[in-house]
């Protein structure tokens, strides 16, 4: 098993910057790729960027691309979320999430583990 907890949202004003941390406990070396996704209220949870636990390769839904950027620490098993330029309709509740399987990562359904959420409030 795989446990998630994620920290650091917050309220920003537009233009601010927010880093959001997951760490990960547990068998951590089951996971194979990790992402983070947010959700909007009464919406369903989006892609927001993932990391590949060995090829460290990321990958980001465009409307993150150049604003966000996805890391992670392997001494410290944790994997971070850096957003620049926020904007209000970055708003919602963020997700980590992992998964042991070789998966696309764009889905939610891809993933088996999820944190609790952290909430993230752009003011404008």
């Known amino acids: 098993q795989v446990q998630l907890v994620e920290s650091g949202g917050g309220l920003v004003q537009a233009g601010g910057s927010l880093r959001l941390a997951c760490v990960v406990s547990?068998?951590?070396?089951?996971?194979?790729?990790m992402g983070w996704f947010r959700q909007f209220p009464g919406k369903e949870r989006e892609f927001v960027a993932s990391i590949g636990q060995i090829s460290s390769m990321t990958y980001y839904a465009d409307s993150v691309k150049g604003r966000f950027t996805i890391s992670k620490d392997d001494a410290k098993n944790t994997v971070d979320l850096q957003m620049n330029d926020l904007k209000s309709e970055d708003t919602a509740i963020y997700y980590c999430?992992?998964?042991?399987?070789?998966?696309?990562?764009?889905?939610?359904?891809?993933?088996?583990?999820w944190g609790r959420g952290t909430q993230v409030t752009v003011s404008s």
């Open positions: 547990g068998r951590t070396c089951m996971y194979y790729r």
């Open positions: 999430a992992a998964v042991a399987r070789l998966v696309p990562g764009w889905t939610p359904s891809d993933y088996d583990y």
